[in-house]
């Protein structure tokens, strides 16, 4: 998905990201960083792409699960965080 997003296929991007989220749901259950990250990385592709109120909508589910499952202080959760923030 990242090599996508460098080359501004943000369509392409956005199902490997998707397909990764799915993935990580099912190995990891949805409470999971690696879930998190996934809806991170949705959040990036949606924010290049433009589609700005896609990628808040990924920004708050990364942030609400990485609050849960990591606190305030998780860098992760600052992260997602700081790009809701900019949206």
């Given at each position: ?49 433009g ?11 990364a ?25």
């Amino acid at each position: 998905g990242n090599v996508y997003v460098d080359l501004a296929r943000f369509d392409q991007a956005i199902d490997c990201f998707q397909r990764s989220l799915d993935i990580n749901v099912a190995q990891f259950g949805t409470k999971s960083f690696s879930a998190a990250e996934a809806l991170l990385d949705l959040g990036l592709a949606c924010e290049r792409k433009g589609a700005l109120q896609e990628a808040a909508g990924f920004y708050q589910r990364a942030y609400d699960l990485l609050m849960e499952i990591g606190g305030a202080d998780y860098p992760e959760t600052k992260e997602a965080k700081r790009r809701l923030e900019l949206v």
